[in-house]
């Protein structure tokens, strides 16, 4: 992706919000053995600051879940062979994989973490109470701005219904004051 931590945060909660998700799975690249990479720590580190995004903007009801995504990509890469056994036509080339190997593989990261219900994820927490308790005060701060928001629309729209009504009003008295 092009995008750097925040904006990918950013889009990432946005996609939950307006998908109303309750989850959030990411894949863990781990070595072959298990171990971490040092792109494990990566994911970790942007898991932390995915939760506080989150947490901003959702509260505590959206868990994320970091996922083992150890082989995916091959058996992404092998599915897609597959398949195009399957329907006779071309094995896709290396070049023409990669444009649907990360996606392929994103499902089957999903795939095996509904099959197994979660149960051997690693659940990302706020390692720092002060930040959990920062993000727990903005996201109080943005419900009652949501709040005042949704209240100056609602105020709004019945200025908009009055002001419809009393133009009705004026219009039936000027036909009556005609028609006399």
């Known amino acids: 992706s092009n995008l ?3 904006e ?17 799975v990411l894949g863990l690249p781990l070595h072959k053995d298990g171990s971490d990479s040092e792109q494990s720590n990566i994911t970790r580190e942007f898991g932390q600051f995915l939760l506080q995004e989150v947490r901003k903007r959702c509260g505590t009801k959206i868990s994320i879940t970091l996922w083992d995504e150890r082989y995916t990509s091959k058996e992404a890469a092998t599915r897609i062979k ?6 006779k036509s071309r094995i896709p080339s290396a070049s023409d994989l990669e444009a649907e190997l990360d996606a ?9 973490y509904y099959k197994e219900l979660g ?60 028609n006399k």
């Open 4 to 6: 750097n931590a925040t």
């Open 8 to 24: 990918l945060a950013t889009t990432v909660v946005n996609y939950v919000i307006s998908e109303q998700a309750t989850n959030i």
């Open 82 to 87: 597959a398949e195009a056994i399957a329907r």
């Open 104 to 112: 392929d593989a994103a499902c089957i990261i999903l795939e095996d």
């Open 119 to 178: 149960e051997d994820g690693e659940v990302i927490v706020l390692e720092d109470e002060a930040v959990e308790r920062e993000c727990a005060e903005i996201y109080v701060r943005n419900l009652q701005l949501q709040e005042e928001q949704r209240k100056s629309m609602m105020e709004q729209r019945e200025k908009g219904r009055n002001a419809r009504q009393e133009m009705i009003a004026r219009a039936k008295a000027v036909e009556e004051s005609a």
